[in-house]
């Protein structure tokens, strides 16, 4: 065996462990290095006081914030698309995304934040919170079709024309199908749940200690057979 097939070999059975669930005393982790110890370990937290929480609903401005949201206001003022005031009309103006593992929903507190993805609502923008800060769009329209589905028409930055449907799937927990269509009418669906509603789901945490490492994979779900069943 060459070498470099020694090394592939041995770094390999380091990481035996990342792909199993382990118990450890009162954690059940999902990964964790074999290698690095705890400088990664993904479990699952039942602590309803976790600071995992308070982190995936984060919604406070800071100045990288504030700059990010104002250049996408002057991307807007430069094509001419004025902002109008107008209360929204969906009542859950907070959102986080929810996963799928194993058949269950959870809420996930990444490794790295900047794949977190969140959403709000204000009286005259419709918020994108992604990596790169929060991203102003116009809402050229919004509507209420039933007590359990919205409909949003947006313009902004990252797409010039986009229909959000908003589909509720369980009023109880505030968890939502999101069903984009872009300018190319293809489709893109994700669960998203209310923000003040996400300590009624179990929470997954990726904690990575030394440096940003992978992040958990989840299950794609068959949107189109839940939204057939509502």
């Given amino acids: 065996m060459t070498p470099r097939y020694l ?45 995992g929480y308070n982190d995936i609903v984060d919604f406070y401005f800071g100045k990288f914030d504030n700059d990010t949201y104002k250049q996408s206001l002057i991307y807007l003022k430069d094509r001419k698309l004025k902002l109008i005031k107008s209360k929204p009309i969906i009542p859950v103006v907070k959102w986080v995304p929810i996963k799928q593992y194993k058949g269950k929903l959870y809420v996930y507190r990444p490794c790295d934040f900047y794949s977190h993805y969140k959403i709000s609502v204000n009286d005259s923008t419709f918020i994108d919170w992604t990596g790169e800060g929060p991203i102003a769009n116009k809402i050229l329209a919004q509507s209420k079709i039933n007590d359990k589905t919205y409909q949003f028409k947006l313009k902004g930055f990252y797409q010039p024309n986009r229909t959000l449907l908003i589909h509720i799937i369980d009023t109880e927990n505030m968890i939502a199908v999101f069903e984009e269509t872009d300018e190319k009418k293809q489709k893109n669906y994700y669960f998203m749940i209310a923000a003040n509603k996400i300590k009624n789901m179990p929470l997954i945490v990726n904690n990575c200690e030394t440096y940003k490492q992978f992040e958990l994979i989840f299950e794609i779900p068959n949107f189109a057979k839940i939204l057939q069943n509502q």
Avoid: G, W
């Fill in 7 to 51: 090394l592939l070999f041995a770094f390999f059975c380091l990481n035996l462990p990342l792909f199993s669930q382990i118990k450890s005393k009162d954690t059940t982790f999902i990964e964790r290095s074999a290698k690095l110890k705890t400088a990664q370990s993904i479990y699952f937290d039942n602590n309803k006081n976790s600071k």
